[in-house]
């Protein structure tokens, strides 16, 4: 962890497959004002066209692309690998789905304390309204709160979820409970590298879209001792509608509701396992490509 006043963030994108969606996300990241920041997206088997999306935005971001070959839903693992991959001193993960908002992340790094973890709020746009966006490139992420009631009046069903409301429950007042996300969906986590390590970050063993992996996450760092803040309405990410994933299933319980009965910290399966088949893989490799019969 740097000691200096600037620490570096990167900000790891989950994607899978949905180029179009996470061509708008890197559009509003690089519009973001203040300290400069990478982003890693980690990408749970797409086909090329989400390298071809990142590779398009070489110029403008720092950004790198981390894949791993599509064998069913491992979001949770994609996530690790790309943490593995990290620089920063914070982590920010953000579905790819989610457009950040104009003061996004000056909003996140006004928030961030030591002890605490941070996540947010979203908008949920229909399907109708997130065609529009996709189809025209509508940079709704610059939207006022005042013009998204013009605009858009059906999306805001909640406006405090865009203008400064009632809800305190920021990092610099203490004596406010923990923030809780509304569907208790925690769609953007930002906290220090050692926060993530110290509970050996995602659970690789969420391999259900239903499993909560980013719940299971949030139990375990509650349990290690994090609080858990919100940075304001600026950091309300705008949700683009997308359909149900159909590998949802009632057949074993979530990993997440496993994770809330138990009392453990450290995921089961997570940057520690993954960091040591990836180190295991390079030594076979090199093993391999140094043996004469393997040339």
């Known amino acids: 962890m740097r000691t200096d006043e600037h620490p570096t963030t990167s900000i790891i994108l989950a994607t899978y497959g949905r180029s179009d969606a996470l061509d708008l996300v890197l559009r509003s990241l690089a519009e973001q004002k203040g300290e400069s920041f990478d982003v890693i997206v980690a990408d749970d088997g797409s086909g090329p066209e989400v ?15 981390v894949w791993q070959s599509d064998s069913g839903f491992r979001k949770a693992r994609a996530l690790n690998l790309a943490a593995l991959s990290a620089r920063g001193d914070y982590l920010l993960f953000l579905d790819g789905d989610c457009i950040p908002r104009r003061g996004f992340l000056k909003a996140i790094r006004r928030a961030r ?3 605490w973890f941070l996540t947010t709020k979203r908008l949920f746009l229909d399907k ?13 992420w610059r939207w006022s709160a005042a013009e998204w009631l013009v605009r858009a009046p059906r999306q805001v069903g909640r406006p405090g979820y865009l203008v400064s409301a009632r809800d305190r429950r920021r990092p610099w007042r203490p004596d406010q ?32 879209s239903n499993d909560g992996e980013d719940q299971d996450l949030a139990i ?6 994090l609080r858990c803040g919100w940075p304001g309405p600026a950091s309300t990410v705008l949700h683009l509608w997308h359909s149900v994933r159909d590998d949802r299933t009632r057949d074993r319980p979530r990993i997440f509701h496993e994770t809330l009965a138990g009392t453990h910290v450290m995921a089961v399966d997570g940057l520690r396992e993954l960091a040591a088949q990836e180190s295991a893989k390079r030594v076979a490799g090199s093993s391999a490509s140094s043996d004469p019969l393997n040339r």
Do not use: M
Not at 52 to 58: L, N, P
């Open 51 to 65: 390298g071809t999306v990142v590779a398009s935005w070489r110029a403008r971001l720092d950004i790198e692309h």
């Open 113 to 115: 304390r030591q002890g």
């Open 128 to 140: 109708r309204f997130t065609e529009k966006v996709l189809d025209e490139g509508v940079p709704i």
């Open 177 to 208: 409970p923990d923030f809780v996300p509304p569907a208790a969906a925690y769609c953007l986590i930002d906290l220090q590298r050692g926060d993530l390590e110290r509970v050996n970050g995602y659970e690789g063993r969420c391999t259900r």
């Open 220 to 225: 375990r760092l509650h349990r290690s001792g």
